[in-house]
């Protein structure tokens, strides 16, 4: 139960991990919620400023070597970059990306297959 993660009242919210031999699947499940958008963070750098399109094939998104495959009925992903403060020593930063994936309208379900590629 991941629901209290997040402050808001009367949300359900699961997650199952599951362990294949070559694979992460990752699967959240929500209760009353109006919408979800889910998002990764990695710190694993761009080589330079990216767009979807450098990342992303059909339902895959693709990082440094590793891919996640988006598994349910969710809009198109959304990339960005952000530059995020590092726990610890003062004033270190780290360029971070974040991948946003939100549910199409009426989704409550949505797994996530990553894997070495």
């Known amino acids: ?3 209290g993660a ?11 991990l599951e362990w294949t031999e070559d694979a992460v699947i ?5 209760e ?3 919408s979800v958008t889910e998002r990764f963070i990695t710190i694993l750098p761009p080589d330079a400023e990216i767009s979807l399109e450098d990342v992303t094939e ?3 998104i693709y990082v440094k070597g590793w891919g996640m495959e988006v598994r349910g009925k969710a809009l198109k992903p959304r990339i960005s970059t952000e530059i995020h403060r590092r726990r610890g ?10 991948i ?13 297959t990553i894997r070495k590629r």
């Open 89 to 98: 020593p003062v004033g270190v930063t780290d360029k971070v990306l974040l």
């Open 26 to 30: 990752l699967t959240d499940a929500f």
């Open 1 to 3: 139960d991941i629901a």
């Open 32 to 34: 009353n919620a109006l």
């Open 58 to 60: 059909g339902n895959k």
């Open 6 to 16: 997040y402050d808001i009242p009367g949300l359900g919210a699961v997650r199952r």
């Open 100 to 112: 946003d994936v939100p549910l199409a309208p009426g989704e409550k379900e949505i797994s996530f």
